[in-house]
């Protein structure tokens, strides 16, 4: 039937479209339009400190605990406000940004680096290989890992690398299950038994073939893994056991915010909500990147 | 069929205890990792001869597969060491503890059922509506928060604009709420979200057609074939998040100034108690390997396929 | 000892898989047997149950048999491709058990599938052009003598279909490409397996013909898995009838057509559609 749609259609040239195509299409346009506040988030922490438009970031014992600008008593000079020290709690915003971004996009990739390459041999050699990985991410599933890190933050004290190696710790498990399980699914195809028919080699077959058919899974695990990455450290830094001064993240923000509730709320309350609408972006994005991966999804 | 039940239930069995050895010697390791604790309980002062006398107190002179094997024997018979802190059992604090945690999961996971479930039903029987658009966003909004981030707002709204609630502490009713609430989110958000996928492909299946051609009302149809149907994994993920509150709910427990496991586990980090650090850790890990286990024996009991 | 061996079969490879000596068959099977333990019951289950087979260059055979009458695991095992069995398997004189890893991924390329699923065949990140691009860069020596326009012309698609990825292309059309991708080995040894069954009827007579046709000017054998004995009796010189792991009936098409001497090879017969051809000769 489809090779005589070919033959009949006016463009032969043209490549067959079915509706598959169009459902990518929505899905790729909707994944823009959320990148799009998210590219602007991130160029706006990482410029606007360059632009010298900010207002001055250093301590100012006269105005200590402003309110924002929309409330009485704040002013525009510090549109959020300021914390007990005077500090400007925009400018302290976008500042702690860079290092909150950087740790959502890196304590991502420690995660699912690891985790991708440990599923994909899991699901590729099988045997004693598999039998061995899956019982780990079984445990690392089936174990209360927040625990265990905060027990190897209280180890090791807090720094970026421990951040890093808890980060690691906690996530590469969920993604090694799934990136395991759509390599046993992609192993079973014929092209594999195709190329090896042809003398390619078990690691040209993987690297070459079975990673690529992974890569968008992976990614949108990947994207996930940001927004569960920056929702981790700011629970951790919130502890004390994160990023901890001189450093500065929206998490610990939340820790310097917490004793100020009381009279101060605003000192809380905007790195809460940058943390809630940057996580939210990723997860969406990430949502509709697996939809737009998962052909079981994908065919309705 | 029964013996191929049998031989699934032991091969998970034995899955688990691995974990569960896993998580076990990760924590020993950590307890020895520390360095010397004789430092920290006797400061910095201490004679050689006094740390020398605790270091044989402790069995820290002992070999160390010697000290493993006798914590390994120590986790079988309930008994976890002693606190540098306290100077108490601690077995004795964390079942002190334990029924201020029980209770704030117990209260934070009902109230995610409640909402969680309708709300996903919901989605998924008005699957591509604006209804659909609005739980399934809430939900995945739910999952974005920083729930302890959300509990300090929740205090300053109720506890210090409005005065309507306590801000922190343990006691009554009214104590209960605001931490409830915070704890309920995040499962919340999980249970939906969950909720609607597996509802909607059971409402996909044919049989559900078949069961409204017959002439049975919508709501039945939802609800005593679709949701029967659905049912599993949400099942097991109310388990499995059970035991996710039960040791991963230590930031709310720090906003609210809750009394339960979470604020005995900060602290003894704090302090670096590492015995009670470790303590707590096995301890969750024994409750986390029972609770799958619980889900494993649901899968085989409820799921007639499985069975 | 052995490095001098691996030198030598590295030094000379191409010239000595080349030139076959005549009377070596290019498949032969001797009572082969391949089980399937489940995994949870622990239950064994024999897909196939000592069958011998004996395919020699030029020749075309069929096995055919109805799904689960273990015709695909036995074309797998016999070409060493995933399915391990017992039983001795001669795969272009050389026995299967007892080849090295290395020595069988040279021998791979001798023998080239064409299976049922022509999209699950290609891989669906890669456009013809590169697929194809990569098989030459495999092996450089055998997919020299011919270009990718000739070969596409061999197996009739035009040359534009080169830069279309597997999802832009229609049942037949992958299916040729496929056939070019096997065409392109200079295989001795084509194994079929259904591959037409995933087409619809009109593409069918193409794609048999062109296999046909690559199977007469290449000089390679032809192992033909099929359920369908009108596509086995059109392609194939003799056959083998299948059931449940055993080989019950084999020799020429014509003749186990015209007269079956197995029950279950009647039963085959009358079911197909085209069954009163039968008769009327």
């Not at chain 1, 190329?195 to 070459?208: K, P, Q, T």
């Not at chain 1, 610990?252 to 809630?276: R, V, Y």
């Amino acid at each position: 039937m489809s090779e005589l749609e070919i033959e009949l259609a006016p463009h032969a040239g043209e490549p067959l479209k079915p509706a598959k195509d169009r459902r990518r299409r929505t899905s790729r346009t909707s994944v823009f339009w959320l990148g799009l506040p998210l590219g602007v988030i991130t160029f706006l922490v990482f410029v606007l400190p360059l632009t010298g438009l900010l207002p001055d970031g250093g301590q100012d014992l006269t105005a200590t605990r402003l309110p924002p600008a929309f409330l009485d008593g704040g002013t525009w000079a510090h549109p959020l406000g300021t914390n007990k020290l005077g500090q400007d709690g925009l400018t302290q915003l976008v500042e702690s940004g860079r290092l909150t971004i950087m740790i959502g996009l890196v304590g991502a990739l420690v995660a699912i680096g690891p985790g991708t390459l440990l599923g994909l041999l899991a699901g590729y050699c099988r045997g004693w290989v598999d039998k061995t990985i899956s019982i780990l991410i079984d445990a690392q599933l089936a174990l209360p890992f927040i625990l265990i890190a905060l027990a190897i933050i209280a180890n090791r004290g807090s720094s970026l690398p421990v951040l890093f190696l808890v980060l690691a710790l906690t996530g590469w498990a969920s993604c090694a299950r799934v990136t395991r399980s759509a390599t046993l699914s992609i192993r079973e195809r014929q092209f594999v038994l195709g190329l090896r028919a042809a003398g390619a080699s078990e690691a040209r077959i993987v690297f070459r073939h079975v990673l690529p058919n992974l890569a968008g899974t992976v990614v949108a695990l990947a994207t996930l893994q940001v927004g569960t990455a920056i929702l981790v450290e700011s629970a951790l830094s919130f502890l004390g056991l994160g990023v901890v001064p001189p450093h500065s993240s929206w998490g610990s923000m939340l820790a310097a915010g917490q004793d100020e509730l009381s009279h101060s709320w605003w000192i809380a309350f905007f790195p809460g909500l940058a943390i809630t609408v940057l996580v939210l972006l990723v997860n969406l994005i990430g949502d509709a990147l697996l939809t737009h991966n998962d052909p079981r999804k994908r065919r309705r | 069929m029964k013996a191929t039940t049998l031989r699934r239930i032991g091969a998970r069995v034995a899955t688990l205890l691995a974990s569960l050895l896993i998580a076990l010697t990760m924590a020993f390791a950590l307890g020895r990792l520390s360095g010397d604790p004789t430092a920290t309980i006797l400061g910095p002062m201490a004679l050689p001869e006094q740390r020398e006398a605790l270091r044989h107190q402790l069995g820290l002179d002992q070999p160390l597969l010697v000290q493993y094997f006798d914590y390994l024997k120590g986790v079988f018979t309930g008994d976890l060491g002693d606190s540098l802190q306290f100077y108490q059992s601690n077995t004795t604090m964390i079942l002190d503890r334990l029924p201020f945690t029980l209770q704030l999961v117990a209260a934070g996971m009902s109230l995610a059922i409640l909402i969680g479930i309708p709300l996903g039903v919901l989605a998924a029987t008005r699957e591509g509506t604006w209804w659909d658009r609005g739980a399934s966003t809430l939900a995945l909004l739910g999952q974005s928060v920083p729930v302890f981030w959300l509990g300090m707002m929740l205090v300053v709204l109720f506890a210090v604009k409005l005065g309507w609630l306590p801000a922190g502490q343990s006691g009554s009713l009214k104590h209960l709420i605001l931490p409830a609430v915070t704890m309920a989110l995040y499962p919340m958000a999980h249970i939906a979200r969950l909720t609607r996928a597996s509802m909607s492909d059971a409402l996909r299946e044919p049989f559900i057609d078949s069961a409204r051609a017959r002439g049975i009302s919508t709501t039945r149809v939802v609800w005593r074939h679709g949701f029967k149907n659905a049912m599993m994994p949400i099942l097991t993920i109310i388990v499995l998040q059970t035991g996710v509150l039960m040791s991963g709910a230590v930031a709310i427990e720090y906003v609210y100034s809750w009394p339960g496991l979470g604020q005995l586990a900060l602290q003894s980090i704090q302090f670096r108690d590492f015995p009670l650090v470790q303590a707590i850790v096995v301890f969750a890990a024994v409750i986390f390997v029972l609770l799958n286990l619980v889900v494993d024996l649901l899968h085989s009991v409820v799921d007639p396929r499985v069975r | 000892m052995s490095e001098i061996l691996e030198t030598e079969v590295s030094a000379d490879h191409g010239r000595r898989l080349r030139a076959p000596e005549e009377s070596t068959p290019v498949l032969d099977v001797d009572d082969l047997v391949v089980e399937h333990r489940n995994r949870t019951t622990g239950e064994v289950f024999r897909a196939v149950d000592g069958v011998s087979l004996r395919i020699d260059a030029g020749e075309s055979v069929a096995v055919v048999g109805e799904s689960g009458s273990g015709k695909t695991t036995l074309a797998m095992a016999a070409t060493g491709l995933g399915v391990r069995g017992s039983g001795d398997i001669q795969l272009l004189g050389h026995s299967l058990a007892s080849i090295g890893r290395r020595q069988l991924r040279e021998l791979r390329p001798e023998v080239q599938v064409v299976f049922q699923d022509p999209h699950g065949s290609l891989d669906p990140r890669q456009s013809v052009r590169s697929g194809l691009r990569e098989l030459r860069g495999l092996q450089r020596e055998r997919t020299s003598w011919i270009d990718d326009d000739g070969l596409l012309d061999r197996v009739r698609l035009t040359p534009d279909m080169l830069d279309r990825y597997p999802h832009q292309l229609s049942g037949g059309q992958a299916q040729r490409v496929c056939i070019a991708r096997a065409l392109l080995m200079r295989p001795r040894l084509i194994v079929a397996d259904e591959p037409t069954s995933g087409l619809d009827v009109s593409v069918q007579a193409d794609v048999l013909k062109l296999l046909q046709e690559t199977q007469a000017s290449t000089g390679a054998a032809l192992l033909m898995i099929s359920h369908d004995l009108a596509v086995v009796r059109s392609v194939c010189d003799s056959v083998h009838v299948m059931f449940r792991g055993k080989v019950v009936e084999s020799g020429p098409c014509e003749t186990v057509f015209k007269n079956p001497t197995n029950e279950y090879t009647r039963e085959l017969l009358d079911a197909m559609p085209g069954a009163r051809w039968r008769a009327r000769r």
